[in-house]
């Protein structure tokens, strides 16, 4: 049984692959987004960014099915499957959730590029497969101001209405690649209130995950496309 498991899935693990072999080595780039600038006074200069994108690079290779490798380490695709699927994701651009269990490391990437090199007289096929963080844009809101006339600008009842929608919170629907982390984002600013929308829907987020064959969502990183919820 190998100790570290890698698993690359799509949807909330509605399609998944789990590397048989796993790479010899592992290295992950985090970037930082500083800039060189010259002053004529001063000289070179150096501007402090944010972070970048982290990415990753897995090398290794899909054993046959005749290969001790497969058999011992419970194989489920043959080569061309695995290739096929990689593909897939690739072309469909789909976000793709990099998960090492012993590393800590559950990250929605991308796929930057995917290389498959097969041998003479040898079944199994090897990749490189290039992996890049995702993150999801906050793109700011631009309020416009409009003149209205008074005799249309008095309206008790939709005024009253809307209230009441900002009182009980607005309704969001769970789309593919959603996580609760990315929600809070889009809505807070920061992902790290992922809990404040959990607590609020603790109950259909639970229910959602056990209908799926998951004991718990793990305090929301199971969630699900069509499940709706409300942002408190």
């Not at 498991?5 to 080595?25: D, H, M, S």
């Not at 199994?124 to 005799?151: A, R």
Request: with cysteine; aromatic share 8%; net charge positive.
């Amino acid at each position: 049984m190998k100790k570290r498991v890698i698993e690359l899935n799509v949807n909330n693990r509605q399609e998944y692959l789990q590397l048989v072999v796993n790479p010899v080595t592992l290295e992950f780039t985090d970037t930082q987004n500083n800039q060189q600038i010259n002053l004529l006074e001063i000289g070179t200069a150096l501007l402090l960014g944010n972070r970048g994108l982290i990415s990753v690079t897995l090398e290794s290779f899909f054993p046959s099915e005749r290969s001790p490798l497969f058999q011992r380490y419970g194989g489920k695709r043959t080569p061309k499957e695995c290739k096929a699927l990689l593909k897939k994701w690739k072309d469909k651009g789909e976000i793709v959730r990099l998960i090492i269990s012993d590393m800590d490391v559950n990250l929605a990437m991308a796929i930057g590029s995917f290389n498959t090199t097969i041998k003479e007289g040898d079944d199994d096929i090897y990749f490189s497969l290039e992996l890049i963080e995702y993150k999801t844009l906050n793109v700011p809101t631009v309020k416009v101001s409009t003149k209205v006339k008074s005799s249309i600008a008095k309206r008790p009842s939709t005024s009253s209405k809307s209230s009441s929608k900002k009182s009980g919170g607005r309704s969001y629907t769970i789309k593919s690649s959603d996580t609760l982390w990315g929600i809070a984002t889009r809505y807070y600013g920061s992902g790290t209130q992922y809990k404040k929308i959990y607590n609020a829907n603790k109950s259909i987020i639970e229910s959602t995950a056990k209908k799926h064959g998951f004991s718990s969502s793990q305090t929301g990183h199971w969630i699900f496309p069509g499940t709706k919820i409300t942002i408190p």
